[in-house]
């Protein structure tokens, strides 16, 4: 079966912890991306990735590092930096950036 | 900088009606229009693709339009059923990452 994976579905922290979300795709895309959706605003993107070893800045990418070491992989850790880390995480891929397929998504509350 | 926009943000309507829903964009070079669906606490399911040249795509009861000259799409419903409930999300691609608007959330009362 094709498709992308997030993990876990549901995450809890204490405020002050580094934790990272995992987002894998075996459809071979090339893109992956993550947004960040709160309710009443949409979705955000935070970084995508259009190659293995490179990734570029979202619209709001601070708070956030990623990494993309395998072209099926592309965590994302929401750092102690991020101010209101509480939200619901999307993963995405796309093969040219202009089609994109969605994971089941990643609840994040931090306490 | 490309804007997405969707009216309206909520609206709820009896069983078998059919619904209009609306997207709005602000620059009309974009390469396609992606309609999806968004169950509470899912992912998104991508429903329609609409490419720029063309002008509608049609799925089962769904079909979306496109009108680039006017920065518009809408994705009609036909005769709506409670299962449809759902917030609908379209994107547009230009050359930048896909843009979203903030969703309608559609409520189909039985």
């Known amino acids: 079966d094709g498709g992308i994976t997030q993990s876990p579905k549901y995450l809890f922290r204490k405020e002050g912890q580094n934790v990272t979300l995992s987002c894998e795709q075996n459809?071979?895309?090339?893109?992956m991306y993550w947004y960040r959706q709160d309710p009443g605003q949409g979705l955000r993107l935070i970084y995508y990735?259009?190659?293995?070893?490179?990734?570029q800045k979202g619209d709001i990418a601070e708070g956030y590092s990623v990494s993309r070491e395998k072209k099926e992989s592309f965590p994302l850790t929401v750092t102690s930096a991020q101010k209101n880390p509480t939200a619901f995480y999307l993963c995405?891929?796309?093969?040219?950036?202009?089609?994109?397929?969605f994971g089941p998504g990643t609840r994040l509350t931090v306490t | 900088k490309q804007e997405v926009t969707q009216i309206p943000a909520a609206l709820s309507v009896p069983e078998g009606e059919n619904l209009v829903l609306n997207c709005s964009f602000t620059d009309s070079a974009i390469y396609n229009l992606q309609w999806f669906r968004q169950d509470p606490g899912k992912g998104l399911t991508s429903l329609l693709l609409?490419?720029?040249?063309?002008r509608e795509q049609t799925s089962g009861r769904l079909n979306a339009s496109l009108d680039k000259s006017s920065g518009r799409s809408t994705l009609y419903i036909a005769a709506s059923q409670p299962g449809d409930s759902a917030t609908y999300l379209c994107?547009?691609?230009?050359?930048?990452?896909?843009?979203f608007g903030k969703g309608t959330r559609l409520s189909v009362i039985a």
């Open positions: 990735s259009q190659i293995v070893n490179d990734f």
């Open positions: 994107a547009v691609a230009g050359n930048t990452p896909l843009v």
């Open positions: 609409i490419q720029s040249s063309q």
């Open positions: 459809l071979n895309h090339d893109a």
């Open positions: 995405a891929s796309s093969i040219d950036g202009r089609e994109q397929y």
